[in-house]
């Protein structure tokens, strides 16, 4: 059984940056997918970013590009997502995933296998 714990979330103002981080136990992850999403209050589900099981393809939601990067340290088992110039309406419970195939489709949550529990941020204006 895999275990996601995220980290890194709280409160920042507008245009800071934070760093999240999903630290992997139980098996390696180096051959898994590895995305980010976030849930706002009242809203679906949204798709962040992801990352191929080497770290050698990323993938981005448009509203992040250039603001948010994804990466991995596959030797510690951990993916990272690193927030830039962050704004009001980036404020959300973020999650990370594995998915242990791929080929996938990684901006589709139903893409994953293993979810955390989420850290919040929160950006103020």
């Known amino acids: 059984q895999v275990q996601l714990v995220e980290s890194g979330g709280g409160l920042v103002q507008a245009g800071g940056s934070l760093r999240l981080s999903c630290a992997a136990s139980?098996?390696?992850?180096?051959?898994?997918?590895m995305g980010w999403f976030r849930q706002a209050p009242g809203k679906e589900r949204e798709f962040v970013a992801a990352?191929?099981?080497?770290?050698?393809?990323?993938y981005y939601a448009d509203s992040v590009k250039g603001r948010f990067t994804i990466s991995r340290d596959n030797a510690k088992n951990t993916s990272y997502l690193q927030m830039n110039s962050l704004k009001p309406e980036d404020t959300a419970v973020y999650s990370c995933?594995?998915?242990?195939?791929?080929?996938?489709?990684?901006?589709?949550?139903?893409?994953?296998?293993?979810w955390g529990q989420g850290t919040q941020v929160t950006v103020s204006s």
């Open positions: 995933a594995a998915a242990r195939y791929s080929g996938i489709v990684y901006a589709l949550p139903a893409s994953y296998d293993y």
């Open positions: 139980g098996r390696t992850l180096r051959s898994y997918a």
């Open positions: 990352i191929n099981w080497s770290g050698g393809s990323t």
